[in-house]
């Protein structure tokens, strides 16, 4: 299947488009969440998602969480056995959500357990497939060009099936980081008093001891490696609000 890029972080096959957007309609609340399509009935039309090498260990399970919003019941899968974004897995691998999708037009946590087996895996590409049709209900393909989109966002790994008390995606009209992307410093825009910020990589990892503080509400990035980042803003009533950012 020909992929193209799409940006520096993801490549797409052909029969589904991947797109990236600021959307204020009231079905995407998500700010530059994807926006996936449907423009040929290839069930097998995917997103392959480079990420940084991780290993699950042997005997353990850990959780892939996705947030999504459709209209309607997709049946969505992944694979981890690609060795590439070149490669598209093996097709007896999917892995389906713990739970299918039912919140129709609001957004939703995907659950998808990764076994490492007897051995342990390595996991060097994340194959998302968006509309494979089958184990759905109705079943078929839902997606099209014309009306019926799929948004995918938060894409977060984690050794639980929930992440904590926080709330994953938590919108905030008021709250806002500039530049987005950036390359250096940051500003989080609110009239909340924030008491703690965290932040983490893409797969969860928390590295916020890698940025500087420059005062409460301004941080500089510069010592970052270009990428995808996740924010987590503490409030002083110990709320959580996440935000994406993406260093260039």
């Given at each position: 299947m020909k992929?193209?890029?799409f940006?520096i972080?993801?490549?797409?096959?052909?029969?589904?488009?991947v797109f990236?957007?600021?959307?204020?309609?009231?079905?995407?609340?998500?700010?530059k969440?994807?926006?996936?399509?449907?423009t040929t009935n290839?069930?097998?039309?995917?997103?392959a998602?480079?990420?940084?090498?991780f290993?699950?260990p042997?005997?353990?399970t850990?959780?892939?969480?996705?947030?999504v919003?459709y209209?309607?019941?997709p049946?969505?899968?992944?694979?981890?056995d690609a060795q590439n974004?070149n490669?598209?897995?093996?097709?007896?691998?999917?892995?389906?959500?713990?739970?299918?999708y039912?919140s129709?037009n609001k957004?939703e946590?995907?659950?998808f357990?990764?076994?490492?087996?007897?051995t342990?895996?390595e996991?060097?590409t994340?194959l998302?497939?968006?509309d494979?049709?089958i184990?759905?209900?109705?079943?078929?393909q839902i997606?099209n060009d014309?009306?019926?989109?799929g948004?995918?966002?938060?894409i977060?790994?984690s050794?639980?099936?929930?992440?904590?008390t926080?709330?994953?995606f938590?919108?905030n009209?008021?709250?806002?980081i500039f530049?987005?992307?950036?390359?250096g410093k940051?500003?989080?825009?609110?009239?909340?008093?924030?008491?703690?910020?965290l932040?983490y990589?893409?797969l969860?990892?928390?590295?916020?001891?890698?940025?500087?503080?420059?005062n409460?509400?301004e941080?500089d990035?510069?010592g970052?490696s270009s990428?995808i980042?996740?924010i987590?803003i503490?409030d002083?009533?110990?709320?959580?609000?996440?935000?994406?950012?993406?260093k260039q």
């Amino acid at each position: 299947m020909k992929k193209h890029k799409f940006l520096i972080l993801f490549l797409i096959c052909s029969s589904v488009f991947v797109f990236g957007q600021n959307d204020n309609s009231s079905t995407n609340t998500s700010d530059k969440s994807l926006k996936v399509w449907r423009t040929t009935n290839n069930p097998e039309g995917l997103i392959a998602f480079p990420v940084t090498n991780f290993t699950i260990p042997q005997n353990t399970t850990m959780y892939i969480h996705m947030m999504v919003n459709y209209n309607k019941q997709p049946d969505i899968a992944i694979r981890i056995d690609a060795q590439n974004v070149n490669s598209d897995g093996t097709s007896a691998t999917y892995i389906r959500p713990i739970a299918p999708y039912t919140s129709y037009n609001k957004w939703e946590n995907l659950v998808f357990p990764i076994s490492g087996g007897s051995t342990g895996k390595e996991v060097n590409t994340i194959l998302i497939f968006p509309d494979l049709g089958i184990e759905n209900q109705p079943a078929g393909q839902i997606l099209n060009d014309t009306g019926n989109f799929g948004y995918i966002d938060e894409i977060i790994l984690s050794q639980n099936t929930t992440l904590s008390t926080e709330t994953i995606f938590n919108k905030n009209k008021d709250l806002s980081i500039f530049p987005n992307p950036a390359s250096g410093k940051i500003k989080i825009s609110t009239e909340m008093t924030i008491v703690k910020i965290l932040l983490y990589t893409s797969l969860g990892k928390e590295i916020t001891k890698r940025i500087h503080k420059i005062n409460t509400n301004e941080y500089d990035l510069t010592g970052l490696s270009s990428g995808i980042y996740f924010i987590k803003i503490i409030d002083e009533n110990g709320s959580n609000y996440k935000r994406k950012i993406i260093k260039q």
